[in-house]
């Protein structure tokens, strides 16, 4: 089956994602900075998660660019991690609110490794459609960035729970920069 069905409506998701977070900016009462800046961990949470969202939007583009079609298993990967992502504005809102509590936090977590594990899984059955010489394939190599983020996310929960929520963010923080770096891979090899 042709691919653009599941690009278009992944598009379409993650900018409602985008969307339902924006909107839980409220409004500050008041005309000064101090209401402004009563409402950092809110604004934080939310840029940190946009981030976030911008750079599986980013991957999940290229790395559908570099396959031909998809089949029913990678349409239900992709489900798979359209749900773990559809809770990101829900952690966020929750961490943001609670001035990063430690639970709210630590669930921020969680959900970032969830998500890393259903792109894994969506990739994995990609590759898998694909075979193993395909572009893709060839593109992830040793995928250092996706086989590093995962215990990034685990020691940020642990840094979390045991010594302080912002040492867990840390860990997030960092995650983010990683993927931040420009990566080629998929444009290189497609050229």
Not at 61 to 85: A, D, E, P, Y
Not at 129 to 149: N, Y
Request: charged share 10%.
């Amino acid at each position: 089956m042709q691919k653009n069905r599941l690009e278009a409506f992944s598009d379409g998701v993650l900018a409602i994602i985008i969307t339902v977070m924006v909107l839980e900016l409220k409004i500050p009462h008041g005309q000064d900075f101090q209401a402004l800046a009563a409402l950092w961990p809110v604004f934080t949470s939310y840029v940190l998660s946009f981030i976030y969202i911008g750079i599986y939007w980013n991957n999940h583009h290229h790395m559908l660019q570099s396959v031909s079609h998809v089949n029913g298993i990678v349409l239900w990967s992709n489900l798979h991690l359209l749900f773990w992502l559809s809770l990101i504005p829900f952690t966020t809102g929750w961490m943001g609110e609670n001035q990063f509590g430690r639970l709210p936090t630590l669930l921020y977590g969680a959900n970032l490794l969830a998500c890393a594990i259903a792109y894994y899984f969506l990739q994995s059955n990609l590759v898998n459609l694909e075979g193993k010489t395909s572009v893709l394939a060839r593109a992830i190599g040793t995928d250092w960035k996706g086989k590093v983020s995962p215990p990034l996310y685990i020691l940020g929960m642990l840094a979390d729970w045991f010594v302080a929520p912002f040492a867990g963010l840390v860990f997030y923080v960092l995650t983010a920069f990683i993927w931040l770096i420009p990566d080629r891979r998929i444009e290189n090899v497609m050229k």
